[in-house]
């Protein structure tokens, strides 16, 4: 009798260590949680699959549209008598997605899962975040530009860019508008977008890329999915913002002017 599938949707809580049965394996192929701070995925001990709830929630409203990631290609497997885990804050929960399989008495997962396993902690998916702030009560003035994000993989890795790109503003004194920000990508201090006509910015309105989706604020994804940015190792990546609005933008009082970028990528590391 060959092995039979059923719908997998458990959710794991942090602290906790599972353990598959004898006769089945999951196939992972979507991801959610509600930790605030990025966590990982342990499966047989080894670290893989960073995300966090702004990235993959786990559930799909209206405050967050992305919903739990899709993993795609870069699934993640749980042989038999295997331990998973989950890396998050404290109380949190992982909210795991795919097929489970049944396996007959004796039988085994198919060579190409197997090889997957063996693949998953140095192929996987990898959420990148972080945030510039300009200064308290410090005026942010037209044309000025600053990195917000940098990246350098090292010899043997590689990101690739080619999901959602999110980005927050916080603080201004007034309420954020099209054409306030614009975020540029260089690759090794070099603009990907390095021609564009006049009275025209190069980069993306900050408003285009809400973090997250949500119905208040942007229900679309800005993503890199038909123009993928890949890093190789040594290179360096550089996310940057820019006052395109043509006059000085002014922090509320008392605070700064900061903004939060957050991407879905694909992480690879070479192995021998």
Known sequence: MPMASVPLDKILAQGTTYKTHEREAWIIKKLGTDSSTRGYVSIDGKRTTYIHTTSAPLHKTSSNLLGPVDLGSLRLIVPPETEISWGGASGSFLRVIGTKLILSPGESLEAG?????????????????????????????????????????????????????????????????????????????????????????????????????????????????????????????????????????????????????TAIVKYFKQIS
Do not use: C
């Open 113 to 261: 899962l197997m090889d997957r396993f063996k693949r998953q902690t140095n192929e996987y998916i990898y959420v990148i975040e972080d945030s510039y702030s300009h200064g308290t009560n410090t005026a942010w003035t037209a044309d000025d530009e600053n990195e917000v994000y940098s990246l350098t993989p090292s010899t043997i890795e590689k990101y690739v860019f080619d999901g959602p790109v999110m980005v927050d503003v916080s603080n201004l004194s007034t309420t954020l508008d099209e054409n306030n920000f614009y975020i540029r990508f260089y690759l090794d201090n070099l603009p990907l977008e390095n021609i564009y006509g006049t009275n025209i910015y190069g980069g993306v309105d900050v408003m285009s890329m809400p973090r997250p989706p949500n119905t208040t604020d942007g229900m679309v994804p800005f993503t890199l999915k038909e123009t993928p940015i890949e890093v190789l190792g040594d290179h360096t990546l550089s996310i940057r913002a820019i006052n395109v609005s043509g006059g000085s933008l002014s922090p509320a009082t008392d605070t700064s002017i900061t903004i939060t970028v």
